[in-house]
């Protein structure tokens, strides 16, 4: 089962402009990753946020977290046409070892 | 950092046939492996759990007898689609968390496309 939902489910952007996507959990997390999968390729690790951080950045990347509404966003500052991909939010469940994925937005951006 | 890699890329089989998947972690022993499957524009979806000389655990809904794992080694674990059909056309995608690695991290494999014909 998937862990939450994310929204928008896809997204269009002109070049340069910021990306901003939301993530929705239902359980208590000890982390909460984003993931970067370009179409019919594998996935690519972006950022980890730990449950006692509230905002992280790496890059053009920037991961908030608010535990007490169990989501979270991942902002893409000055977006290129190199950034289209579908990006999802994964965790753990309390219990689970294998990460639950989020159902991801779909990003373009045009050039 | 942690390398996995998975054997085919991409396979095309006729119905009916089975296909072998191999997953591998090149630079580390994996004590768990786990098998995603991703249907086209949806989410990953977890499949089974993979241990290290033991059987899998499998996730609700999910047929082991027709999604046959196996991990032999500290390296390898294999995802048999057996009798395969058109509706199990899909992306299959593995992970492996590193043995002796404290807290929760998983390396994913770069995915192996099924078309069944």
């Known amino acids: 089962s998937q862990q939450g939902e994310e929204d928008p489910q896809a997204l269009s952007i002109q070049e340069g402009e910021n990306a901003t996507m939301n993530c929705s959990y239902k359980?208590?997390?000890?982390?909460l990753q984003w993931y970067r999968q370009n179409s019919g390729r594998g996935l690519v690790h972006l950022i980890l946020?730990?449950?006692?951080?509230r905002e992280k950045h790496s890059g053009r990347l920037r991961v908030t977290l608010d535990t007490s509404k169990k989501s979270s966003s991942l902002l893409i500052t000055a977006s290129r046409a190199a950034d289209t991909a579908s990006y999802f939010c994964?965790?753990?469940?309390?219990?689970?070892?294998?990460?639950?994925f989020g159902s991801g937005t779909r990003l373009q951006v045009q050039p | 950092g942690a390398v996995v890699s998975q054997h085919p890329s991409w396979v095309i089989c006729k119905s009916g046939t089975s296909v072998k998947i191999e997953c591998r972690s090149l630079?580390?022993?994996?004590?768990?492996m786990f098998w995603y499957r991703q249907f086209p524009k949806q989410s990953l979806m977890l499949m089974a759990t993979?241990?290290?000389?033991?059987?899998?655990?499998?996730e609700q809904g999910v047929e082991k007898d027709k999604f046959l794992i196996n991990h032999a080694s500290l390296t390898l674990s294999t995802l048999t689609v057996t009798s395969a059909h058109p509706e199990d056309s899909s992306f299959y995608i593995c992970?492996?968390?590193?043995?002796?690695?404290?807290?929760?991290?998983?390396?994913f494999g770069p995915g192996t496309r099924l078309t069944v014909l």
């Open positions: 992970s492996a968390r590193r043995r002796g690695l404290a807290g929760n991290e998983q390396f």
């Open positions: 359980t208590s997390i000890n982390n």
């Open positions: 946020i730990r449950s006692n951080e």
């Open positions: 994964a965790s753990y469940y309390t219990g689970r070892r294998a990460l639950t």
């Open positions: 630079d580390f022993q994996a004590t768990t």
């Open positions: 993979s241990n290290e000389g033991s059987k899998a655990t499998y």
